[in-house]
């Protein structure tokens, strides 16, 4: 029953990245699609949020790169325009039930693609991809959270990138507090399997590139021992 009330909360989340995207125009803003997020997310029954009271995190052109934690954030007003990087990143809870779902989307010719032209994008894109499947590869359900911030940071850099994150952690727990959240980072050594659900959200930019790409799943593991996308 626990499993069902979490894929309705993220599903909801998944739901709103795919609709929020075409809803984006040149003239918006962090701010705007910001509020068409949360719009859609009370539509479809989750308005609430865990997080700070910030329901959609958004971050674009020259903030991609920007990590705050959500007590600092204030969305912007830079404009879309024709060419972009645009993080959604939404965080909804039913009651104590929490979603925790992160996309970026590239803009060209002022609209959203999912086969960019520019190099820098397309390369970004598929090494966010490229994370979240070596992370499935790696991880079992003894692996620590130590040893899975140890090597998803090595793989970043394999691929000539850097962690974003203020805090250089690759996401964390579920939770039904916030304070009680456990990071991926080098000082947790619990094993994953021992929370219930985690979110894998590593934020990077190409080594003195532009643009910052973050990519959010929450996973968990089965009765087999397999880690599952959520």
């Not at 600092?72 to 929490?98: A, F, H, M, R």
């Not at 994953?192 to 959200?201: C, G, K, N, Y």
């Not at 590139?209 to 087999?224: L, M, R």
Request: aromatic share 12%.
């Amino acid at each position: 029953m626990e499993l069902e009330q979490y894929k309705k909360v993220q599903g909801i989340a998944k739901k709103v990245l795919a609709s929020v995207k075409d809803l984006i125009s040149e003239q918006d803003t962090e701010k705007t699609i910001a509020e068409k997020a949360e719009g859609l997310l009370s539509d479809f029954g989750a308005p609430d949020t865990w997080y700070h009271d910030v329901p959609a995190f958004v971050l674009l052109g020259t903030r991609s790169c920007l990590s705050i934690s959500g007590r600092q954030y204030v969305p912007s007003l830079e404009k879309v325009g024709s060419t972009n990087l645009i993080t959604v990143d939404l965080s909804p809870c039913i009651g104590d039930v929490w979603g925790d779902c992160a996309r970026s989307f590239v803009v060209e010719n002022g609209e959203i693609t999912y086969e960019p032209s520019n190099e820098a994008f397309s390369e970004g894109l598929a090494v966010q991809s490229l994370l979240h499947q070596r992370m499935t590869e790696f991880v079992t359900p003894d692996t620590r959270f130590s040893q899975l911030f140890k090597f998803g940071n090595d793989f970043i850099k394999e691929c000539g990138y850097q962690n974003l994150d203020f805090h250089s952690n690759l996401g964390h727990s579920i939770e039904k507090c916030i304070e009680n959240r456990s990071f991926i980072d080098i000082q947790c050594h619990a094993l994953l399997s021992q929370v219930s659900f985690f979110t894998f959200e590593p934020h990077i930019r190409k080594k003195e590139g532009s643009w910052g790409f973050k990519h959010e799943n929450i996973y968990y593991f089965d009765n087999e021992g397999n880690v599952v996308e959520l």
